[in-house]
């Protein structure tokens, strides 16, 4: 516009921009070249030929353009002084307003000195880059600098927000965004991680020292030497017997160690981690090894042969990935190779490196599958598995296990037993363990009543043999075990949604201040109970000696003493029992952060205050204690699943 020809004596520009850091080298040069050609020169941000300099000198650096805005600025001034002046002139030319007695006289405004506190102190930054080991090559929002680190220093504005890559044969390529900060000089100083993996054609160095050998796709090193066996020995900690012999490898006489292929891949497993900790190796490559049997040496005899003790060279090569299908009859189960799930079937599983993998095909209600397969080399094996029936657990479905506990889904990966604990299942326990820690009730029980006298630590350790005694019997699958509930669980068990993140003594706290729960029982809203609904301290209690009337509740005749045997009193919506009353019950979780108070749940046949029946009261006790009103209901948690998500 300014020059006055037509746009079409000027080149021809492209349709479409460039992509990434280009684009926005172009759009920054496009609004310079709009300022400089605005038509109203008043509203020209970029007003000389040196400021247009600056602007491209700038943008070759990858900066942002400084615009001179000093115009504006005193545009803006101006009109903020006149509304100044016209709001004084308003406030003197109205009439006073009356002040009230009481009233407080408006607070005057103080504005911080200098203006706007978020503006940066300093002006601009300047940055000097720095690296480990120096003479980094450095690309500066994509354009690369005239000079390797440790370089000059660059001057940014404080807030801004610039990209440097750094680049030396050897190492790592790192690149990184920088808020550049509010100070005047900043020193960005990178160390750079060694990369220096097998290149066509040239000789690799190990992490061990020895050297390898270009060939057509892979690099292989000389026999395997009696030093850097010692130190795979030393480091592993492996005892093997150790067979060597002397040999003349390209003039020099060494010695070298005889070793069988189950050594050989444990050595070969043992550098390449050291060589993948070093960066001298990348993501798709291998260490593996050859041997061979029909070297002349010295002392490598047939026997040596026979046993299978030979020499072996490394070699260094892309991994040829393979893929292994699995199926198995029913569909959807779940897939563990090297004990680590892969998903369910029917499935692909691709990227598997040649090696003996362990299988485990694992679905409720069915035996476990587990096998050793070999994978060989850019191959696509199949595994079909026909599953058989057993008694074991399905989550989901209403299960009896080998103590013939009955246990009901709750939800997704959590079953719990419709009973507590009895004696006939810890008894059971006591007689497989030899398990003593017990203290006698002080009253007669059937083996249906629910055992008592047992503290925290024997219910765990209850659930522990449980666990151990059912995975041996594959009734249940590893990931899958009995526990002590959490607090959190127990409240699910009685159908009480509570905050998660909380311990008990929050959750507490937040119920007693909730007007719907505060007053909420296992029965309803009133106390006592107009039915019969659990084992609690009832008017019978009161006959027994010791038991004082004021000890129990008026009105209240459940038919039990003491004890009742489990499945007495009506079960939830889930069809669990006893969730109020009988026992008192443990949970794994303490009742405060930092303290180990411990918590029961539900109250017992000794229960009669109201503030000890509400579904969300906890009953605080040392996880020792030993009492004939506590006992434990057991879960069933599938871990797994956890992993499966």
Known sequence: MLTGKDRLQFPELPDELPQGAKRKLWLEMNQVICDICEPQQAKRLITSAPQLAEAFRRLQQGKKVRRNRSRLLRKVAAFAVGAAILSSAIYFLKPLEKVTAGSEPLAPVVLPPGGDSNRP??????????????????????????????????????????????????????EKNYSVPDSDIWVIDESLEVFRPPVDNLIWIDSVGGSYLPRDGYHISGFLRNEPFKRFLRESKTEVEVRTSPFSENGESIEIVLIDKVVASAYTEWLEAKARRRGLLRENQMITYIQDPDLVASEFSDEDRTLGYL?????????????????????????????????TTPMNHRGVRPSDIKVEIRMDGFKKYQNLFKVGEN????????????????????????????????????????????????????????????????????????????????????????TKKELAEDRISEGQRYKVPTDLEWSELIGLVEDPNAFPSERDHKAQNDSQLANRYYWGASFPPKEVVANLADESAAKVYGVAKSRTIDGYNDG??????????????????????????????????????????????????????????????????????????????????????
């Not at 000079?147 to 001057?155: H, K, L, N």
């Not at 260094?316 to 892969?342: Q, T």
């Not at 079909?384 to 997704?412: A, C, T, Y």
């Open 121 to 174: 102190v300093n002006e601009v930054c300047s940055i000097k880059l720095s690296s480990y080991p120096p003479y980094a090559t450095v690309y500066e929002n994509g354009v690369k600098l005239d000079e390797q680190t440790p370089t000059d220093f660059r001057d940014f504005e404080p807030g801004e927000v610039v990209t440097y890559r750094f680049e030396l044969d050897g190492y790592k390529t790192l």
């Open 311 to 343: 020499p072996t060279r490394m070699v260094v090569k892309k991994i040829p990935f393979s893929s292994v299908k699995f199926s198995s009859d029913p569909e959807g189960a779940r897939v563990y190779v090297d004990g680590r799930w892969i998903g």
């Open 379 to 466: 191959v696509t094996e199949m595994v079909h598995v026909k599953l058989e029936p057993n008694d074991g657990v399905v989550f989901g479905l209403q299960w009896r296990n080998s103590l013939d506990m009955p246990l009901v889904p709750i939800r997704k990966g959590l079953m719990a037993a419709v009973f507590e604990t009895r004696t006939q299942d810890y008894r059971a326990f006591m007689r497989a363990t030899k398990y003593r820690p017990y203290r006698k009730p002080g009253f007669r029980q059937t083996g249906s009543h629910p055992v008592v006298g047992v503290n925290l630590a024997d219910a765990q350790a209850f659930c522990s043999w449980l």
């Open 560 to 645: 039990y003493e003491k004890t009742a045997p489990g499945g007495m009193f009506p079960a939830n919506q889930f069809g669990i029992h006893d969730l109020c009353g009988n026992v008192y019950e443990w949970v794994d979780t303490s009742y405060k952060s930092g303290q180990s108070l411990a918590v029961v749940r539900g109250g017992s046949w000794a229960s009669f205050s109201k503030s000890h029946l509400r579904v969300w009261s906890r009953f605080l006790i040392s996880k020792s204690v030993r009492g004939n009103q506590f006992g434990f209901r057991i879960v069933l948690v599938d871990e797994s699943l956890e992993l499966d998500e």
